[in-house]
C-alpha cells in the first residue's frame, strides 16, 4: 500500500478511536491526514471503500504470523496452545485495534460485502486455531469448528469486555485459564483417540 494511502487508513482508525464511527467521513479522514479528500477519493474510491480497507487493514496479520510461527517451533501440546494463545492475547491487549474493530463491526454486520470480509478473516482464524492444535487423527471437522470458535468468541468477548471493565478484567489471568481449557479438552480429545 503507497504511504500516502497508509496514513489516511491510520488516520480513519485514529478517528474511529476517538470519536466513532459517526465522524468517519472522507472529510475528516483528509483533515486527519493532513491531505486532500481527492486523495481519499483516490485510494478508496468512496466511504464504502475506506470501510472495506479499513476492514481489510484491521487484520492482524503480523500478530497471525509470529503466533503461527512461534507455536510451530514447538510439538503439538500445552505449550503450543500457550504460544497460539499469547498470540490472540496480545490482540485482545491492543485497545486502539479493538475499540475500532468494535466500532465498526455494527456497520459491517449491515453490509453483505463487508460480512463476507470479516467471515472469512474468522475462518482463517479457526483454520490456523485447528492447525495449531494439531487435533488427532479421526476428531470431526464439527468439533475441531467448534472449539476454534469458542476460542475466537472468547478473544472477541475478552477485548470487548477488557475495554468495558479495564480495572477488572485481568486479561493475562482469563489467557491462563483459557489456555488450561483448551489443553485439558486436546489431552481428553487425545486420549480418547489413544495418542497419549
Request: no cysteine; net charge negative; hydrophobic share 45%.
Amino acid at each position: 500500500m503507497p504511504p500516502q494511502a497508509a496514513e489516511l487508513l491510520k488516520a480513519a482508525e485514529r478517528l474511529l478511536v476517538e470519536q466513532g464511527f459517526q465522524a468517519l467521513s472522507l472529510d475528516a479522514v483528509a483533515r486527519e491526514a493532513d491531505q486532500y479528500k481527492a486523495s481519499v477519493r483516490y485510494y478508496f474510491g468512496s466511504k464504502a471503500g475506506l470501510i472495506a480497507a479499513l476492514v481489510d487493514s484491521m487484520t492482524p496479520g503480523s500478530i497471525l504470523e509470529s503466533t503461527v510461527d512461534a507455536a510451530r517451533e514447538v510439538p503439538p501440546g500445552d505449550e503450543r496452545v500457550r504460544r497460539q494463545l499469547a498470540g490472540w492475547r496480545s490482540l485482545t491487549e491492543d485497545a486502539d485495534e479493538m475499540r475500532a474493530f468494535f466500532e465498526v463491526l455494527p456497520h459491517v454486520l449491515r453490509d453483505a460485502e463487508l460480512q463476507a470480509k470479516v467471515a472469512e478473516l474468522y475462518r482463517l482464524y479457526r483454520r490456523t486455531d485447528v492447525e495449531l492444535f494439531a487435533l488427532p487423527e479421526g476428531t470431526a471437522e464439527q468439533e475441531a469448528k467448534a472449539l476454534a470458535t469458542i476460542v475466537s468468541a472468547a478473544v472477541d468477548g475478552v477485548g470487548e469486555q477488557a475495554l468495558l471493565d479495564p480495572e477488572d478484567i485481568d486479561v493475562g489471568a482469563v489467557y491462563d485459564v483459557l489456555g488450561r481449557m483448551v489443553a485439558l479438552y486436546l489431552r481428553e480429545l487425545r486420549a480418547g483417540a489413544g495418542d497419549d
